[in-house]
């Protein structure tokens, strides 16, 4: 199983980056896709997350500027992110999660299964 995510890189406030994350190897239908980030000397925080049946959740930060969602078609799974802040600098990182229920995402980061190698982002002027 792999997760590659991209997309990443530095911005100034106020601007706009898509991520995506590519998985292979496992049936992307079946999995609830996360994404996390994690700031220098900080711990992994969630970021939002989307079940494998499209339903969607976000931290209460990210609440209206981020988007969350998923093509199955592609397996890959997007996080547009939008009014990018300085504290939204980090590490992103896409999980999938195996689930039974379309309807189930999952909030816990040790409810995943897999986890990419995260792509840098940094905004800053």
């Known amino acids: 199983v792999q997760l590659v995510e991209s997309g990443g890189g530095l911005v100034q406030p106020g601007g706009s980056l898509r991520l995506s994350c590519a998985a292979s190897g496992l049936t992307f239908g079946s999995y609830a896709m996360g994404w996390y980030r994690q700031a220098p000397g900080k711990e992994r925080e969630l970021v939002a997350v989307?079940?494998?049946?499209?339903?969607?959740y976000y931290a209460d930060s990210r609440k209206g500027r981020f988007t969350v969602s998923r093509d199955n078609a592609k397996n890959t799974v997007y996080l547009q992110m939008n009014s990018l802040k300085p504290e939204d600098t980090a590490v992103y990182y896409c999980?999938?999660?195996?689930?039974?229920?379309?309807?189930?995402?999952?909030?816990?980061?040790?409810?995943?299964?897999?986890w990419g190698q995260g792509t840098q982002v940094t905004v800053s002027s």
């Open positions: 999980a999938a999660g195996v689930t039974v229920n379309s309807g189930t995402y999952l909030l816990r980061p040790d409810s995943y299964d897999y």
């Open positions: 989307i079940s494998s049946g499209g339903s969607t």
